[in-house]
């Protein structure tokens, strides 16, 4: 069965400062891994997709994750955190082709 | 293009009541997902349509809860009664078809609808 877990429910950086949000997966079959990002009042928006091929994925204003299979990781960054940043944000995994398995979310909170 | 679109945005309602919840995919998606986030905690995936048929309720809690999605187009989610523990928010998702999508499961989720019942 697939299943995510999201290391830290609240992370708080400066501005400017590097953000490094924690995912990792189980997974019985090669997965499909994404990140969702809902910004306050705001639907689920999907900011970047691992399916096959290259293990560095780039999304939506400049976040990027790595899918690291030795680790079972797939961990979200951005190099300068943006005020426009603060969200929550959502690891999932494809557990079925009807069905994705999310995690329990993680809180940015971007500091002046 | 519209994305999908939820009605209400937030409800309030006393346990006992009914509450229903709409969504409008995305013109053209043929599938429709039901999650809800309950409490702070993960989103969990209540069922899915295709068109107007039900191909997968295991995610329903319990039988309080009726999704219909009459003519294959807009969906309703009935709670009735509610109870405390169905406060939460209701997403709504859509896909094309997973053939023509190369078999990958590109949703698009809707705003959702917070619902607190007090």
């Known amino acids: 069965a697939q299943s995510v877990t999201q290391l830290g429910s609240h992370v708080s950086v400066s501005e400017g400062a590097l953000v490094l949000l924690r995912c990792n997966y189980s997974?019985?079959?090669?997965?499909?891994l994404f990140w969702y990002v809902q910004y306050p009042n705001q639907g689920l928006q999907l900011l970047l997709k691992?399916?096959?091929?290259?293990?560095l994925v780039k999304g939506i204003n400049g976040f990027e994750a790595e899918f690291k299979k030795s680790e079972t990781s797939f961990h979200l960054t951005k190099p300068s955190a943006h005020m426009s940043d603060a969200a929550e944000y959502f690891c999932?995994?494809?557990?079925?082709?009807?069905?994705?398995?999310f995690g329990s979310g993680t809180q940015l909170t971007v500091l002046p | 293009e519209a994305g999908v679109t939820q009605f209400p945005s937030h409800s309030v309602i006393e346990k006992g009541q009914t509450v229903t919840l709409r969504c409008d995919p995305i013109?053209?998606?043929?599938?429709l997902y039901w999650y809800r986030r309950v409490m702070g905690k993960e989103i969990k995936f209540l069922l899915h349509?295709?068109?107007?048929?039900?191909?997968?309720e295991s995610g329903m809690p319990n039988n309080r809860f009726l999704a219909e999605r009459t003519g294959g187009t807009y969906s309703t989610l009935k709670v009735q009664p509610a109870e405390l523990e169905d406060s939460g928010v209701y997403f709504c998702?859509?896909?094309?078809?997973?053939?023509?999508?190369?078999?990958?499961?590109?949703?698009?989720f809707g705003p959702g609808t917070r619902l607190t019942v007090l």
């Open positions: 998702a859509s896909s094309q078809d997973a053939v023509l999508a190369g078999g990958f499961l590109w949703q698009f």
């Open positions: 997974s019985s079959v090669p997965p499909y």
């Open positions: 691992y399916t096959t091929g290259a293990t």
């Open positions: 999932a995994v494809k557990r079925s082709a009807r069905q994705l398995t």
């Open positions: 013109s053209g998606h043929d599938n």
């Open positions: 349509f295709v068109k107007e048929s039900k191909q997968d």
